[in-house]
């Protein structure tokens, strides 16, 4: 009886302990990933996948870190990638890279462009980084942001072309950044510009506006 009872009570522990041994956590590292739609677009498959627990995506990383039952392989979710075609996941971090149609280009030699926040550092009084006689930009972008590389191309354009304009980089990373939190409740959305004229006048922009950057730059869109 006793023996009986010490069987029934071994098998009870592992059933305890089987939770323990039934998921496992693994980092997906994606290349070609066109910014942040990465994760809106693979979302949808992973909540549909049995097996896959929980997900989260680094957008400055390029990794998904998911959670997977002990069934599902490192090549099942590989594999899942290779059906939509659009990204490629590498199990194991560190591999994670932009799409090279999203990997930002130079300025032209000569052109007066400044990065000042690389890592979403907070920068202090945005008026004084005003260049005094020029048109100062300043761009508040993220990797991430698809339509920032849109406003980062027309300005790359019109700083080739003139030299009364200086830009100012400003790499908000997220919105948890300090330099997100010292724009506070201006800071609606990426990509968001400031444009100041020659005279100091100041013009704040929210979104992709070409043909309004262009206006507050002293010209007109083509």
Not at 190 to 198: F, H, R
């Amino acid at each position: 009886m006793r023996a009986r009872f010490s069987l029934f009570a071994a098998l009870v522990l592992m059933i305890a302990a089987a939770p323990a041994w039934a998921e496992r956590t693994q980092v997906f590292s994606i290349q070609g990933a066109e910014c942040g739609s990465v994760s809106t677009e693979m979302g949808p498959y992973f909540d549909k996948l049995d097996g896959v627990k929980k997900w989260t995506y680094d957008e400055k990383k390029y990794e998904f870190t998911l959670v997977l039952a002990n069934h599902v392989k490192d090549d099942d979710i590989v594999k899942l990638f290779e059906e939509q075609g659009c990204f490629r996941a590498i199990p194991g971090a560190g591999h994670g890279a932009l799409s090279a149609a999203y990997q930002a280009e130079p300025y032209p030699d000569g052109a007066d462009m400044k990065i000042l926040s690389k890592e979403g550092e907070a920068v202090g009084d945005l008026d004084k980084l005003r260049v005094e006689g020029k048109y100062t930009v300043l761009d508040f972008y993220a990797d991430w942001c698809g339509p920032c590389r849109l406003v980062d191309a027309q300005l790359r354009e019109m700083v080739g072309k003139r030299d009364d304009i200086a830009v100012r980089k400003l790499n908000v990373v997220g919105f948890e950044s300090p330099l997100a939190k010292q724009l506070g409740r201006k800071l609606k959305a990426l990509p968001y510009v400031i444009v100041y004229d020659p005279k100091g006048k100041k013009t704040e922009l929210t979104g992709n506006k070409p043909e309004k950057l262009a206006e507050a730059l002293g010209a007109t869109s083509e």
